[in-house]
């Protein structure tokens, strides 16, 4: 453990009491900031979420650590009586050694037992008053700081220690709330000791920044208590099935985690453990979270659960993290244009004591950490609406500090969601989650729970069925009702089982004449089957109605029926004119909805598969309207209910994308209708049939089945594929078993079977057993394999006799360069290897297993592995590359050939990395010569880690492909080759390759303290990296800090932003013998506060100049440029000037007007680009800006010859002129200026336009121009101008453009 800091035991006066925090937590937050470096600070910060400005705040404070320890104090982070946020986010990140620390001192200051925290409840006014703490140190200065701690009596030892700290403000603050002077609640003894040193200016803000902590506070309070108000409701009153109204479910006691994945990277799946880890997966992504699932996966019921553990503030869950949590049903928001509209509508209650100003206050403060939980997109009547509030946030065109997660149907993606969305799916229930629904929600009775699941699971189909959870609950709850569930074979089956038993549910409560009404009811429902088939089909999706306008449709007693089974829901909402005042314009209606989307799609199939088959123009406009993905069930359904529509349904659904994949699924939904069911099978697999990875287990045992009915009736199938789903194959029985578990038998009637399985390597067992497979399907001649390494041999003896008999055809991969021969059982090539055999990134899968299988069977003279290495596997002597492939080491016969090794790569190798690459150099034993491209090697490793065979088979490894550097083996250091030059230069045009190699070669020079002169970087910064503290370039190397280089030169074009010069001091700080920094073509900021600037910097005394011509320094003291020649009375800026001197002249007028002094004229002589219209600076041709000067008093601006100026350039001149406020005269020349009926006056200003076409000079009076001769330019005359004016210049090259343009 490391040591904990002294701290000191400060006495006050009797009457003081330490009211506010613990003396021990005291401690303990001074010991921690002692080990808080920069790095951890930041990282911290990215896990807990902190706001995009309170980061860099923490970036750029003099004490990091000490702000950091308040925040997480403010944000509960740390806690008196709780650490665990603190240690999770350090295990987190990986700083182990510094949690062991932290909870060694929590054990001595805090007596906190790991395991029995007490979870404090989330404070509003904590978070709230750290930001009042931050603003209080900003308001104390030095003197005050010794004036307080006089009156409060502080100890003389205190006060030295708070006179030497980084931060004095700070560190006061925290000592004047431990000893109670200021509290949440209270600072009147700190506004009684300013008032009594006359600071009343001082007092004033203070209070005023406290009354705004209150305000906020209470603000805050009201905004969130009533959000959870509204939010219990909603998930207070779960019902799991429709007619069981009388009990209702809170969503914990009914949730059950689904399957769920998330997409990383590269694109690929990969399964997450828990909804829990959404946001730690998500990390360094988007703030924007999309969750996608089939219909029925529930979507809607996890994001209830999220809602849940926020409003309970569940410990363990990272969604108790946010303040505030808006929780927002998309298919309520038909209409609605602004968030807070919507807050107002369906979230706040009818007398709520928040104002709409102060939601808008609370939204936009960046400092409270906001969830929007976006539910069901895919109901969203305005999706199709391009510039909703919705669209904008998800654009991150508003509100881009707030987290956002939206759910939405998987054929439904958002188009607003870009390539850097986090995108999670469900892939619903196993047998395990349906299990512990079961006995969770349902009945603890195991012997029913059995009996439940045993019904559940000898229904093949009802159990693949029952993945999607919303069908699983539904049948888990009737089944406990009904001792036999209905034998369903479809999904349109057990939805129609689903209502009919609902409608029972309703029956069974009356008898007689009632009972009939409601079976009649049962049987017709034209009026709902139109509604929702209306709903679903419009322009715009219309998922709720008014209550009053369903009723005069359908008649009191239907709706009374539908609503009393549940299948209609009603809810309650704000009908609010606009524009009133809102306690007088309230009113509150009843709108209906279905209980689930998917309800709703039941009906519509209804309407749709009765019309069909008779009305031709309804079909074609809804296949041309509704895509089938969106609303898939509506065909399918439609299909089951009507066989007779069935044939045209899927006929169309054929020709759609992927539609062979939806086919099989509205095939298999006619359970009755065997002949229709085997002639679209036929149509089938004419083509290829997939069975791929995404695809659900019952898409997957569908496929499986309509292939074995294909078989049975002896219908040829042409291929069947197997995309990357390949799991193993049942030896005794020679079965196929797929990854989802569904069981391929073999088929009599395939006639090709191609596995695609994709970073894999398939194993001599899994071999035998595929032949077992094939050699039971007596048609099939060709097996081909795609993505995978076969192996190089196999006995012969294992090999099906049947299978050579047929002369089945074994393909490795799909350009046939690689066959397996049954007869020798041996891997054979094609193709002749050239002599370069190169492995890189863009390989597909396919392709690199091609390469690397004819890498085995053949000889290769030059092996280039390309940015593909990442382990060594020493069992199988062979390296794994990206894609889980391994190409071959020592052991296969035939690759020891392989002479050279070169390995290119993006970024800094690792010393693991480097020791990987030398196993599989150690295990190819004919290679020697190794050579990185593009890649930086570690400066040196231990020899122990180097294989002594290497060094004594005189392997040579070569750093880069010019051999300036190379790795010498027996030393284990870089060596450079060749002398570094007195200016080593860096530039944006070098290939990554160059750039690698003098960044080695600058590892080497400082490794061995070899001075160096200067070193250049010329356009390829890209930003400094704190965490490592290298220089990024724009390639995406990293410069570290070169101890050794004297001076640098950076050369980059544009304004240097005040973060981008910090950047390059932080730089030049770890570059330790740097006393030398300039700039070159570009301008810097005239100022940067001098508590950004690193003081050691000073201390070294590194002098900074702006220019070569060094007529611009920057003073690190001051924090200033400097210009140190006087500026003439005109002051010229050429198009003909280098970048560099525009750059110095500009940097020249900034001094001379941050310092107010007079600036007599400025002319723009041909380097006039263009002018924004704020008219903050006018942008030179060289791309540089020149800011508005506040002492310039006279501006000529002569674009290039025979320019025609827009009308916004000139109005961005003009507003240039206006924030000029001295200046006198504004003097256009030699080009075109637009025409406007009323040019803007300015008050001071004499604007003069001279068009040089001798037409003489105009000067702007009250907003139109005069002549010199005093005639004012009408329109009329304006038109011969133009004539004159392109005439006049009609060879300068601008003319010349805009003819060839208009031509």
């Given at each position: 453990m490391a040591d904990s800091p002294s701290t000191h035991e400060a006495t006050g006066s009797e009457g003081q009491q330490r009211k506010s925090t613990p003396p021990a937590f005291w401690r303990f937050k001074i010991a921690l900031s002692t080990i808080l470096t920069i790095k951890v600070i930041l990282e911290l910060a990215v896990t807990f979420g902190y706001p995009n400005a309170l980061v860099d705040e923490l970036q750029g404070a003099s004490d990091s650590a000490l702000l950091m320890v308040m925040v997480m104090e403010g944000r509960g982070q740390i806690h008196p009586t709780d650490i665990s946020p603190l240690l999770g986010a350090l295990e987190d990140t990986g700083h182990h050694g510094i949690a062991t620390d932290v909870r060694a001192w929590s054990l001595e200051y805090l007596d906190i037992i790991p395991g029995n925290e007490q979870k404090p409840k989330k404070s509003l006014e904590l978070s709230s008053f750290g930001r009042f703490k931050i603003a209080l140190s900003t308001a104390l200065r030095e003197q005050t700081i010794q004036n307080l701690g006089a009156i409060f009596d502080y100890p003389r030892a205190l006060m030295d220690e708070i006179r030497n700290a980084k931060n004095s403000a700070l560190l006061m603050t925290m000592h004047m709330e431990e000893r109670g002077q200021i509290q949440p609640a209270d600072i009147s003894p700190l506004l009684t000791a300013l008032k009594d040193l006359r600071l009343h200016g001082v007092a004033s803000d203070v209070e005023g920044q406290f009354n705004e902590h209150l305000r906020i506070t209470g603000k805050m309070a009201a905004f969130i208590e009533e959000l959870k108000e509204t939010c219990h409701t909603l998930y207070d009153k779960i019902q799991p099935i429709p007619y069981i109204k009388e009990k209702l479910y809170s969503v914990d006691k009914v949730f059950i985690e689904v399957g769920i994945e998330y997409c990383d990277s590269r694109g690929s799946w990969k399964t997450l453990s828990s909804y829990r880890g959404i946001f730690s997966v998500a990390k360094g992504t988007s703030r924007i979270q999309v969750i996608e699932g089939d219909p029925g996966y529930g979507k809607s019921t996890l994001a209830l659960q999220l809602v849940y553990d926020w409003c309970n503030e569940v410990s363990d869950s990272p969604f108790c993290k946010p303040d505030i949590l808006i929780f927002l049903n998309l298919r309520q928001l038909g209409g609605i244009t602004s968030i807070i509209d919507a807050i107002e509508q369906f979230l706040l209650p009818r007398d709520s004591s928040v104002k709409r100003l102060d939601v808008e206050h609370l939204l936009n403060d960046r400092d409270i950490r906001i969830l929007v939980i976006f539910d069901a997109y895919d109901e969203y009547p305005d999706q199709h609406i391009g510039d909703t509030f919705v669209t904008q946030i998800l654009e991150e065109k508003m509100l881009r500090h707030v987290d956002v997660l939206l759910t939405t149907r998987s054929s439904c993606i958002p188009p607003a969601c870009g390539s850097r969305t986090g995108r999670f799916r469900l892939t619903g229930f196993d047998e395990g989650a349906r299990e512990q629904y079961v006995r969770k929600a349902v009945t603890g009775d195991d012997e029913e729970v059995q009996r439940i699941l045993e019904q559940l699971n000898t229904n093949p189909i009802l159990r693949d069925i029952c993945q999607a959870p919303l069908f699983s609950v539904m049948y888990a709850h009737v089944a406990h009702e009904e001792e036999e569930f209905h034998n369903v074979r479809s999904v349109t089956g057990f939805f129609e089982y689903m209502i009919d038993c609902f409608h029972s549910h309703a029956q069974n409560k009356v008898s007689g004449g009632k009972r009939k009404q409601l079976q009649m009811f049962a049987d017709n429902h034209h009026a709902l089957d139109k509604l929702a088939f209306d709903s679903l089909t419009g322009a715009n999706q219309q998922l709720l109605w008014d209550k009053k306008v369903v009723i005069k449709k359908f008649g009191a007693e239907f709706y009374g029926l539908y609503t009393d089974i549940g299948i209609l829901v009603e809810e309650e909402v704000i009908n609010r004119s606009r524009g009133a005042k809102r306690a007088q314009s309230i009113q509150y209606r009843t709108e209906v909805h279905f209980y689930h989307k998917l309800f709703c799609e039941w009906f519509a199939a209804c309407h749709l598969a009765k019309r069909v088959t008779s009305f031709q123009a309804l079909f074609r406009n809804f296949c041309k309207r509704v895509n089938p993905y969106d609303l898939q069930f509506v065909y399918r359904f439609a299909c089951g209910i009507n066989p007779a529509a069935a044939k045209r349904i899927i006929n169309l659904v054929q020709k759609k994308p992927d539609g062979d994949k939806f086919a099989v699924l509205c095939a298999l939904e006619q359970e009755e209708n065997t002949e229709d069911v085997l002639s679209t099978v036929r149509d089938l697999v004419l083509r290829d049939v997939y069975i791929r990875e995404n695809d659900t287990r019952l898409l997957q045992r569908t496929t499986v089945q309509l292939l074995e009915l294909a078989s049975q009736k002896e219908v040829p199938i042409k291929c069947i594929d197997l995309d990357r789903t390949f799991e193993t194959v049942d030896k005794e029985l020679k079965n196929i078993v797929l990854k989802s578990g569904v069981v391929l038998r073999p088929i009599v009637s395939l006639q090709s079977l191609n596995i695609r399985m994709e970073t894999a390597t398939v194993s001599g067992q899994d071999l035998i057993g595929i032949f077992g497979f094939v050699g039971q399907c007596s048609n099939l001649m060709r097996l081909s394999f795609d993505g995978c390494v076969l192996p190089l041999s196999i006995p012969t003896e294992l090999i099906d006799d049947s299978l050579i008999t047929r002369d089945v055809k074994v393909s490795c991969c799909p350009d046939n360069n690689v066959l397996l021969n049954l007869r020798s059982g041996k891997l054979e090539s094609k193709t002749n290897l050239p002599g370069e055999v190169r492995i890189q990134n863009s390989d597909t899968a396919a392709s690199l297993a091609s390469k690397i299988m004819q890498l085995m069977v053949a000889s290769a003279d030059h092996a280039t592995v390309t940015e593909y290495i990442v382990t060594f596997d020493d069992t199988t002597s062979s390296m794994i590359l990206k894609l889980g492939i391994s190409p071959p080491g020592a052991s296969p016969p035939g690759a020891s050939s392989v002479k050279k090794l070169e390995v290119t790569e993006s970024g800094h190798i690792s010393e693991d990395r480097f020791v990987q690459v030398?196993?599989?150099?150690?295990?190819?034993?004919?290679?020697?010569?190794?050579?990185?491209?593009?890649?930086?090697?570690?400066?040196?490793?231990?020899?122990?880690?180097?294989?002594?065979?290497?060094?004594?088979?005189?392997?040579?490894?070569?750093?880069?492909?010019?051999?300036?550097?190379?790795?010498?083996?027996?030393?284990?250091?870089?060596?450079?080759?060749?002398?570094?030059?007195?200016?080593?230069?860096?530039?944006?045009?070098?290939?990554?390759?160059?750039?690698?190699?003098?960044?080695?070669?600058?590892?080497?020079?400082?490794?061995?303290?070899?001075?160096?002169?200067?070193?250049?970087?010329?356009?390829?910064?890209?930003?400094?990296?704190?965490?490592?503290?290298?220089?990024?370039?724009?390639?995406?190397?990293?410069?570290?800090?070169?101890?050794?280089?004297?001076?640098?030169?950076?050369?980059?074009?544009?304004?240097?932003?005040?973060?981008?010069?910090?950047?390059?001091?932080?730089?030049?700080?770890?570059?330790?013998?740097?006393?030398?920094?300039?700039?070159?073509?570009?301008?810097?900021?005239?100022?940067?506060?001098?508590?950004?600037?690193?003081?050691?910097?000073?201390?070294?005394?590194?002098?900074?100049?702006?220019?070569?011509?060094?007529?611009?320094?920057?003073?690190?003291?001051?924090?200033?440029?400097?210009?140190?020649?006087?500026?003439?009375?005109?002051?010229?800026?050429?198009?003909?000037?280098?970048?560099?001197?525009?750059?110095?002249?500009?940097?020249?007028?900034?001094?001379?007007?941050?310092?107010?002094?007079?600036?007599?004229?400025?002319?723009?002589?041909?380097?006039?680009?263009?002018?924004?219209?704020?008219?903050?600076?006018?942008?030179?041709?060289?791309?540089?800006?020149?800011?508005?000067?506040?002492?310039?008093?006279?501006?000529?601006?002569?674009?290039?010859?025979?320019?025609?100026?827009?009308?916004?350039?000139?109005?961005?001149?003009?507003?240039?002129?206006?924030?000029?406020?001295?200046?006198?005269?504004?003097?256009?020349?030699?080009?075109?200026?637009?025409?406007?009926?009323?040019?803007?006056?300015?008050?001071?200003?004499?604007?003069?336009?001279?068009?040089?076409?001798?037409?003489?000079?105009?000067?702007?009076?009250?907003?139109?121009?005069?002549?010199?001769?005093?005639?004012?330019?009408?329109?009329?005359?304006?038109?011969?101008?133009?004539?004159?004016?392109?005439?006049?210049?009609?060879?300068?090259?601008?003319?010349?453009?805009?003819?060839?343009?208009?031509?």
């Open positions: 030398l196993a599989c150099v150690k295990a190819l034993e004919d290679i020697n010569e190794v050579v990185f491209h593009g890649c930086i090697l570690p400066v040196s490793i231990s020899t122990e880690r180097i294989d002594h065979s290497l060094i004594t088979r005189n392997v040579k490894v070569s750093c880069c492909a010019d051999n300036k550097v190379e790795f010498n083996l027996r030393s284990g250091k870089l060596k450079n080759n060749t002398e570094l030059p007195d200016d080593v230069c860096i530039r944006s045009s070098d290939t990554e390759a160059e750039q690698a190699s003098t960044i080695m070669q600058l590892m080497v020079a400082s490794a061995d303290k070899i001075p160096v002169t200067c070193l250049t970087l010329g356009g390829c910064i890209e930003e400094f990296d704190v965490t490592t503290s290298n220089m990024v370039l724009t390639s995406g190397l990293s410069l570290p800090g070169v101890s050794s280089v004297m001076k640098l030169k950076v050369t980059e074009s544009g304004n240097m932003s005040e973060d981008q010069c910090l950047q390059v001091l932080a730089f030049v700080k770890e570059c330790r013998d740097m006393n030398k920094v300039s700039f070159d073509g570009c301008v810097l900021p005239v100022s940067i506060p001098t508590e950004r600037i690193d003081h050691s910097l000073i201390t070294r005394n590194v002098k900074v100049s702006c220019c070569p011509d060094n007529n611009v320094l920057f003073n690190l003291r001051s924090g200033k440029l400097e210009s140190t020649p006087e500026l003439p009375d005109n002051v010229w800026i050429r198009s003909s000037d280098t970048v560099a001197e525009q750059a110095s002249t500009i940097m020249q007028l900034m001094v001379a007007s941050a310092d107010k002094n007079p600036i007599t004229e400025v002319s723009l002589v041909r380097s006039f680009s263009s002018a924004g219209s704020d008219g903050l600076s006018l942008v030179l041709n060289s791309g540089l800006c020149l800011p508005w000067l506040s002492s310039l008093q006279k501006l000529w601006i002569g674009p290039e010859w025979g320019r025609e100026v827009t009308v916004d350039e000139w109005t961005g001149i003009l507003n240039y002129a206006k924030h000029s406020q001295l200046l006198k005269r504004l003097w256009i020349a030699d080009c075109l200026l637009p025409w406007l009926d009323n040019n803007p006056n300015l008050a001071n200003t004499r604007v003069v336009w001279d068009p040089e076409c001798y037409d003489g000079i105009y000067t702007l009076q009250s907003g139109r121009w005069q002549h010199e001769d005093g005639h004012v330019l009408t329109r009329g005359a304006y038109a011969d101008l133009v004539t004159n004016f392109r005439e006049c210049y009609r060879d300068s090259d601008w003319q010349k453009q805009r003819r060839a343009e208009r031509e």
